[in-house]
């Protein structure tokens, strides 16, 4: 479904990745885990159009995306939610979701979409005149999870869901996420939470300084001493 082949990107001379190429089949979770600036976000960026590779290609159901502008990448359902969630925080629940179908004219669709997304996540439909940023912070990251899928993405890109959450509230994330994938949405999941991603993805590979050091089914990666040391803390 997507295939990094070579990818180089650059934030002016900075080089922040180094030939990436990596693989998400159709029906996967896939997660990218690493270190603190090892170069997750910006792969992502570099999938989603917002920091254009500057060597190498993006294909997108066969097709090279890597020079759309993020709006046509978004329209062809490559769907990002970002780091620290960025909802709009002055907007109600409802305002956040009606904006991830803005590019949608489909309107009983989009009310199947509101209530499946009703049925993942409850809370948000107990919520849903409140303003995004009253909300909790597993809270806003139900709503910006929700928001994407609002776009009915065909591949969905997730960035550190995680960050900054406590622990129960994360495992309800992450079945969450499993569960997105179950009813048919594929997932690239970018995490510091190296475990519990290994422990939801199929497969997964594992940046350092901007390259791809390692990749292997989840389960083999889960087992490997080098990953265990680095980024399991075991
Ligand atoms: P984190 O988990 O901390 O978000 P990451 O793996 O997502 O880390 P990136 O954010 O992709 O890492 O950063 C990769 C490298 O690119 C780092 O060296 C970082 O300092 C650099 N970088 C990221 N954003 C910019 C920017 N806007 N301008 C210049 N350099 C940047």
């Known amino acids: 479904m997507l295939e ?6 650059f934030y002016g001379k900075i080089q922040a990745l180094y030939d990436v190429c ?15 600036g090892a170069g997750k976000t910006t792969t992502l960026m570099s999938i989603c159009g917002i920091v254009p590779p ?12 890597n020079s759309l502008p993020p ?14 969630r960025l909802i709009f925080p002055r ?17 009983s669709e989009i009310k199947r979409d509101l209530e499946y997304i009703f049925e993942l996540f409850p809370i948000l439909a107990e919520r849903k005149n409140q303003l995004g940023g009253t909300l909790s ?18 591949l969905l890109l997730l960035d ?33 939470n190296a475990h519990q991603a290994l422990r939801i993805a199929h497969r997964g590979y594992v940046m ?20 265990k040391k680095a980024y399991l803390g075991l």
Request: aromatic content about 2%.
């Open 137 to 154: 912070g597993g809270e806003q990251q139900m709503l910006a999870i929700s928001r994407a899928l609002m776009a009915r993405p065909k």
């Open 22 to 36: 990596l693989t998400v089949d159709e029906g996967e979770i896939i997660t990218l885990i690493g270190a603190n």
């Open 160 to 192: 550190e869901p995680s960050l900054g959450l406590a622990p129960l509230v994360i495992k309800q994330i992450f079945e969450i996420i499993k569960k997105i994938n179950e009813t048919g949405t594929t997932i690239f999941l970018v995490e510091q």
């Open 71 to 84: 709006d046509k990448i978004v329209s062809k359902g490559i769907v990002q939610v970002p780091e620290g």
């Open 54 to 65: 500057r060597k190498g290609s993006v294909v997108f159901q066969g097709e090279e995306i």
């Open 4 to 9: 990094l082949k070579g990818v180089c990107s």
């Open 208 to 227: 350092e300084n901007g390259r791809i050091v390692l990749a292997d089914k989840a389960k083999n990666l889960l087992a490997n001493e080098e990953v």
């Open 91 to 107: 907007m109600s629940v409802m305002e956040n979701l009606d904006m991830g179908a803005y590019l949608r004219n489909d309107k």
